[in-house]
């Protein structure tokens, strides 16, 4: 036990206290305030013999008395089991936030996914659990934004755990680019709606898709968050012109980035020539637009994939070719979409970035949350409508509007989620929690084994909304399931 002096408020001659502890088995450190033996903070960590550790605790609040302890190893411990030692004279960072994982960003996740997966099994034929034709929402076009979301939130957590931990720039963006590949590869080989055909079908395999749109967005964002990240952004040592703005401005050289790719977006969707059709397309083509267009679905967009992808390597069968009897091949998961899909995960990114820097300032992350829900880009660019804004919200171009319509909701939701549980604790985050560990498993497994038994059978009445709603429930509680008993036996699948 040891007594630490007060500061009495002077940042230049903090409270000292040197102790001396057992390297031999793992510690408790428990800091309680000398008023009213409150508990501070707890941090448990095994300490290494001869190193050299400071316990750094900073006051974040003075009105809600909360403080954040950080441990710092001044000298690496000497293991005297190995013949050769090398020494870092960097002091590394360990905090009692980096130990803790939010189960509102594991809960998320998995209700996206949930969703997701259940909406692709058929969402018991509802015409609001199926995508939308060409623009508005349903609930099917939530899930996906959502999930990309979640991703850039993830990503910001990860990267600054790693850093934080000592990982080299170099090791941690060899990593970023090992989980990319194999997010793309396994889109491409393992989860391809023409892969039924043989493992030789190549002439018309798919190459845009779910899996390969998540893993060029994880390589860009992530890349970029490495590229620009700045030491003492996170811990506010760095000083800014502006308070209200102090978690994006350090950041600054990261959102020139994005509103170049936005600029590129807009120039290539409005000024780039499509034959036989008017610049600036954004209809479905078809019967759409009075037949005026029949072989302009999607514009710029659709004609930049079927000029580098070629016609028979994208989607065959988009939404609306039912009710726009469109004929051309168009993929939702294309590449200039894509653009803003690295937006929505960007917008994700600044959502982990708040909760890294009001780090256990809970009021401070939800306030921050309802501010970026506000959703004044989007009623600009949609008037408030479906059909008559500028850029109407559309999740097969995944629009501007989209992107900032959904990041809304997205905010929306985590606040909700990181209210009930993390915060408050009225919630576990049951049962979503638990496909959120384990989120590439769950969703690769429902498409693999999507048309096998128990999770599809042959119905009696395949016009029977009751019957398509049991067999689509049925399939997705059983990844739930499975997704808890790999939970229980703490198997997790991370790439």
Not at 454 to 476: G, V
Request: proline share 5%.
């Amino acid at each position: 036990m040891a007594f630490v002096p007060p500061s009495n408020g002077s940042l230049r001659n903090p409270g000292t206290a040197a102790v001396m502890v057992d390297t031999q088995h793992p510690l408790t450190l428990l800091l309680n305030s000398s008023v009213g033996d409150r508990e501070l903070c707890k941090i448990q960590y095994h300490f290494g013999e001869f190193g050299n550790y400071s316990l750094v605790v900073k006051t974040l609040s003075t009105s809600t008395k909360t403080v954040s302890c950080d441990l710092v190893i001044n000298e690496g411990p000497i293991n005297s089991y190995l013949h050769s030692v090398s020494s870092d004279p960097t002091p590394r960072l360990w905090s009692t936030a980096s130990r803790q994982r939010l189960r509102s960003l594991d809960t998320f996740r998995g209700l996206s996914l949930i969703i997701m997966v259940f909406v692709n099994y058929g969402g018991g034929k509802y015409w609001f659990f199926k995508h939308e034709s060409w623009n508005g929402l349903t609930v099917a076009d939530l899930v996906f934004p959502w999930f990309v979301f979640i991703m850039g939130t993830s990503i910001s957590l990860s990267l600054s755990s790693m850093l934080r931990w000592g990982s080299s720039k170099r090791k941690v963006l060899g990593k970023i680019l090992w989980r990319s590949f194999l997010l793309i590869l396994l889109g491409i080989i393992v989860v391809n709606p023409n892969y039924c055909l043989g493992p030789l079908s190549w002439d018309n395999l798919r190459i845009p898709g779910v899996l390969q749109r998540l893993g060029f967005t994880y390589l860009v964002v992530a890349a970029l968050e490495l590229l620009f990240t700045r030491a003492g952004a996170e811990s506010r040592a760095l000083e800014t012109p502006c308070p209200a703005l102090q978690d994006i401005l350090p950041y600054w050289p990261q959102w020139i980035f994005i509103l170049m790719l936005e600029v590129i977006w807009l120039c290539l969707t409005f000024l780039l020539p499509v034959p036989g059709c008017p610049r600036g397309y954004l209809g479905p083509g078809g019967i759409g637009d009075f037949g005026n267009y029949p072989n302009c679905t999607g514009g710029a967009a659709g004609y930049i994939d079927r000029l580098i992808l070629g016609e028979k390597h994208i989607y065959q069968h988009p939404s609306s070719s039912v009710i726009y009897q469109t004929t051309m091949p168009y993929d939702p998961e294309g590449i200039l979409g894509t653009i803003n899909t690295i937006f929505m995960a960007f917008l994700g990114l600044q959502a982990g970035k708040i909760i890294l820097f009001y780090r256990d300032q809970h009021k401070q992350i939800m306030s921050r949350f309802v501010i970026w829900s506000i959703g004044i880009i989007s009623a600009i660019l949609t008037k408030c409508s479906k059909e008559e804004g500028f850029i109407p919200i559309n999740k097969n171009l995944w629009s501007i509007s989209y992107v900032t319509t959904m990041s809304c909701f997205a905010f929306l939701l985590l606040l909700l989620i990181y209210y009930l549980v993390d915060v408050k604790r009225l919630w576990s985050g049951a049962p979503f929690f638990y496909p959120g560990m384990n989120s590439i498993l769950v969703y690769i497994g429902h498409e693999v084994f999507e048309n096998y038994f128990p999770f599809k059978w042959k119905m009696q009445d395949s016009q029977s909304h009751a019957e398509h709603l049991t067999q689509n429930l049925t399939a997705t509680t059983l990844w739930v399931i499975i997704s808890y008993l790999l939970y229980r036996r703490r198997i997790f699948w991370k790439i």
